[in-house]
């Protein structure tokens, strides 16, 4: 077990829930995540996220350096714009932002 003698019980291994795992390790948690889904393609997933300025200073915080160079190296060009797309690939809505 880890430093301290509390365990930790993570429930959902989506981006929020790995990214406290890891935090709570590194502070010396004894953490078990437990998810939903028998595997990563169990059912549908999405595509992108948008992550700004101050989710990756999150991501920087609580994220090893290795982990945080996969994040930048992966990531998507920002292209200032949303889209929802049908599983047809047709749009349904976009929506255009500032490229900042």
């Known amino acids: ?10 429930i959902g291994a989506g981006i929020g829930g790995m990214a406290a795992t890891v935090a709570l390790r590194q502070a010396g948690f004894d953490v078990q ?5 028998a ?19 999150a991501l920087r915080r609580c994220l090893p350096p290795r982990l ?7 990531a998507g060009t ?4 949303f889209r ?10 976009s929506l255009t932002f500032p490229e900042e």
Do not use: W
Not at 1 to 10: C, E, F, L, T, V
Not at 33 to 37: I, L, S, T
Not at 41 to 51: K, N
Not at 78 to 81: I, W
């Open 1 to 10: 077990m880890a430093a301290n003698s509390r365990s930790i019980s993570m």
């Open 78 to 81: 920002p292209k200032g714009c």
């Open 68 to 74: 945080v160079e996969l994040f930048i190296a992966t």
């Open 39 to 57: 595997a990563p393609d169990a059912r549908r997933q999405g595509y992108r996220i948008t992550v700004d300025e101050h989710g990756i200073a």
């Open 84 to 93: 929802y797309l049908t599983s047809d690939l047709r749009e349904v809505f």
């Open 33 to 37: 995540v437990y998810e939903r889904d």
